[in-house]
């Protein structure tokens, strides 16, 4: 994401009052790349599960710490990222649980990842040690929602979560 | 538009009624378990949760069921979902499986009747 | 504008598409921070004005250099600054002329300057020549439109415009 | 909802009709140009201008109507602005001093009259 030809940035600071400011950009960025109505509440809940989940575990509950969203039209996709100087993870070292077991646990969470992969195209997650965590997602317009583990998460060197 | 949420709560003949309106997200989520969490501290087991002018939610709102509904199942309670109107709303609770799983009742008089066909 | 407790900043490019997505952006951060309907939409025209005039002056309305929205949020006040890297000016060397006048011309413009003043307490421009051009503004939290000049432009180092 | 300005356009007894849906931003404001310009192509030069469904206005939009209107007047046309009805439409048109030097009409009917005042 480096030439600037139809990239949007954000910067706010990892308060969970602002998530409603993160997804409004970028659904007003998604809406200027045509997707429908459908999409763009996918792409909404993506980032809104990556932007608690930074505000959450990266940063574990401090307000006060900064997250960035980068977005990128083109052509044929939207590409997210998410960025955040926090606690980075291991999406692979995290139990899947089906939605039963979650319930039957009381869990209060666990879903937000598997969200996120189902509302996008790809997911992947990288966390640079001691430097910061980058989390990207490409939904490409005119799709359906694509498979949990895609193509280009197994060709490229990113990390499918 | 302010982009929070706004609890309505109510009973009807012993049933809490919690009626949801704007946004469920991370940040509100608190907000709605809290009011559940008084609701079962008050006695009351048998909870609907209307979201009839529910704008959105995303899995913290998820969460909160999954929270609460197992307990209550257990001591004979329950939560009903009802009025699911937003495209967006049905959508998450539909790509989620909790759709599947926990049913959504079509009104607050529907979700009502589940539970007096339960108790009965 | 350099510690990060409430500050918020977008980047966008400089097409006027993006006009609409500043001022969500600036009204979303207005809401929170409790600005009355009717104070939110004087800041989201000023800031909708400034972001014109960038995009047609500062750019010559070349759609692909960036724009920079910082928005800070403080207990009394919410101040915004707008970055652009293109060509600075004088305000103070830009005519005012009355509504009248304009009309009788059949300007097309002039009015933007003008209402971002009104819009706001205090509008500050600064170019730094080779470098950046800044405009600062200030709408103060429960108080009117302020004066045209106010006692902080005569002060402040910043050039009131 | 998508930020952008639809013109819905048509004739009264000779008098153009211009109806603004939206937002009227220096990114629309061209739209709203041309269409004017299209009815003095066509030999209109009354026009009216309907605000009732618009959302936003900037001074981009005012100046379209400042390029116009003097020529208009000057050849015995006009252009009338009615139906304002948003808030934020209403503060801009005050604001700026376009409400006092130019006058709004309540709606299309009142507008309407005015030519027709106008023209007698
Ligand atoms: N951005 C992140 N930074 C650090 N840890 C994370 C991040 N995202 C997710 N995790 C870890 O992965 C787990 C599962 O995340 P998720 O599926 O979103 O469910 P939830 O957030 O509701 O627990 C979290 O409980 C957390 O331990
Ligand atoms: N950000 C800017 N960069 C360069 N020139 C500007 C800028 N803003 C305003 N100007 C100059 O000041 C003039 C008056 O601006 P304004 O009152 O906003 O009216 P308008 O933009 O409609 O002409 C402009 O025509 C332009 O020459």
């Known amino acids: ?161 | 538009m302010v982009r929070n949420l706004v609890l309505h709560i109510s009973q009807i003949d012993g049933i809490a009624v919690i009626a949801l309106e704007g946004f469920l997200d991370a940040h509100t989520a608190p907000q709605f378990e809290e009011a559940i969490q008084s609701e079962i501290d008050a006695g009351r087991r048998n909870i609907v949760v209307d979201c009839a002018r529910l704008l959105y939610i995303s899995s913290a709102g998820l969460g909160v069921f999954m929270g609460f509904i197992g307990e209550l199942r257990e001591t004979g309670g329950d939560i009903k979902i009802c009025g699911v109107a937003a495209p967006r709303v049905l959508q998450l609770f539909e790509v989620s499986g909790f759709k599947d799983l926990f049913g959504l009742a079509a009104d607050l008089p529907a979700a009502v009747a589940l539970f007096r066909e339960k108790d009965k």
Chains 1, 3 share one sequence.
């Open chain 1, 1 to 161: 994401m480096n030439d600037f030809g139809r990239c949007f940035e954000l910067r706010v600071r990892s308060s969970t009052e602002n998530l409603a400011l993160i997804r409004d950009f970028v659904g007003n960025v998604a809406r200027q790349g045509g997707l429908s109505e459908s999409d763009l509440s996918l792409v909404e809940l993506a980032v809104d599960e990556a932007g608690a989940n930074v505000m959450e575990h990266a940063y574990g509950g401090d307000p006060t710490r900064e997250v960035v969203v980068r977005v990128r039209l083109d052509a044929d996709a939207i590409t997210i990222e998410m960025l955040d100087t926090g606690r980075g993870f291991d999406p692979a070292a995290v139990e899947q649980k089906d939605l039963q077991k979650l319930v039957a646990e009381g869990a209060r969470g666990g879903l937000g990842m598997r969200l996120m992969k189902r509302a996008m195209d790809e997911v992947q997650y990288r966390s640079v040690p001691g430097g910061r965590n980058e989390l990207r997602m490409v939904k490409k317009l005119g799709k359906p929602p694509g498979p949990e583990t895609t193509e280009e998460d197994r060709k490229s060197g990113g990390k499918g979560v």
